[in-house]
């Protein structure tokens, strides 16, 4: 069942891919488990998916133990004196919104000696309830420091798109997004900034179009949630 729908989801990013001139090697596809019970992370390694998000840190904790081989990221807003619970469990973290939870994390990681690559969270819609920067410049501002912040390597930018019924205002969202993370490249020419996260099972496809590399499918692949 699971496999199946992984299947479809890749049919459905291929096409995008083509409709867009892009190649497929470019998206990845990130399997957003959260709220589904351990054995549905166990089927989808199993289907082959080895990317895999959860947005809370309790949640992933308890549910990944033991688990191997799959890189986890953190999709959801990260507490500071969360930051502790990161190595040994996350490999990524997405959602990076202070220059004060990355410092957080950055001595955790260091402690640990667990390297975790970052993304910027930008909040595209300007809806209150989503967390992330809301001030592009700010948020470039930001980046200096956190690109230079030990163990922490940065990767690019996370966006959560607007929920709205209408496309056309979903890809301005995105495309804004991709501007900013263009001039993230330009700012970090030494870095490896790769990754632009947008896209999820309602709205992927646009943001395969504005240039995601990142989609982070849930209810497409495991089915809506409660
Ligand atoms: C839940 C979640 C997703 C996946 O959502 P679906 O609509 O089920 O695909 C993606 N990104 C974030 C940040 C989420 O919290």
Known sequence: MICERLERVNERIASAAQRAGRQVSEIHLLAVTKTH??????????????????????????????????????????QRNKARSVPGLFSWVESIDSIATAEALSRRCADAEWPCSVLLQYNC????????????????????????????????????????????????????TR????????????????????????????????????VRIGSALFGARE
């Open 37 to 78: 019970p351990r054995p549905v992370v166990e089927e989808a390694i199993a289907c082959g998916m080895t990317i895999l998000g959860e947005n809370r840190v309790q949640e992933a904790d308890a549910k990944y133990a033991g688990v191997a081989g799959v890189e986890l990221h953190l999709i959801g807003h990260l």
């Open 179 to 214: 501007r900013l993370f263009e001039r993230l490249q330009t700012q970090q020419p030494d870095g490896r900034i790769d990754t632009l996260s947008m896209g999820m099972t309602g709205d992927f496809e646009t943001a395969i179009a504005e240039g995601s590399t990142e």
């Open 125 to 176: 819609s300007g809806e209150q309830t989503k967390s992330g920067y809301s001030d592009p410049e700010l948020m470039l501002e930001e980046a200096i420091r956190i690109a230079a912040l030990p163990s922490l390597e940065l990767r690019g930018i996370m966006t959560i798109g607007p929920f709205v019924d209408d496309t056309r205002e979903i890809a301005r969202a995105f495309s804004v």
